[in-house]
């Protein structure tokens, strides 16, 4: 029974490594201007990306948009952070890090930071408290979910050696 102690706490010691250095790096953050700045490049726009401490910015001028490439543009970081949750999370080796990401994408959310994005839309029904609560639920079990099975595969992976 030892065994499986010692694979939780490398298990613990690496996820909490990977959530020291996502919120340190402000990982997040990286991702989310980067695709909206690969969004942008896609749709024909003139963009450039601004990461400062805590934070940044991608502005993007086009000569011509669509109102659907507009929505995708500016729904383009909050798609790229929830992909590349979704990759991680599908990997057992690396569940509890997506899991930890989509969980960062739901507090992001109930905390405001995607405002000025859904707001450019017209998506103000997404702000109300009761779809910030939503989306923070969600993220809290995907979390809770996804930490559970990366636990179970490292006992399981760990013990058959």
Known sequence: MNMGKNEVLIASLFFLAFVLMFELLKVD?????????????????????FLYFGGGKTV?????????????YALGGII????????????????????YMFFSIG??????AYRSDLESIGLEFLLSPIYKIIFLAIGIIVLWLSVF???????KYKTKK
């Not at 993007?60 to 995708?72: D, E, H, M, P, Y």
């Not at 080796?93 to 899991?99: M, P, Q, V, Y």
């Open 149 to 155: 099975t990366y636990v179970k595969f490292f006992l």
């Open 107 to 112: 507090l992001s959310h109930f905390l405001g």
């Open 29 to 49: 953050v990286v991702i989310h201007e980067t695709s909206h700045y690969l969004v942008g490049r896609f749709l024909g726009g003139e963009c450039e990306m």
């Open 80 to 99: 790229g952070e929830v992909f590349v949750s979704l990759i991680l999370l599908a990997i057992p080796f690396t569940s509890a890090l997506g899991g």
């Open 60 to 72: 993007c001028f086009f000569q011509r948009i669509t109102k659907s490439g507009l929505a995708l």
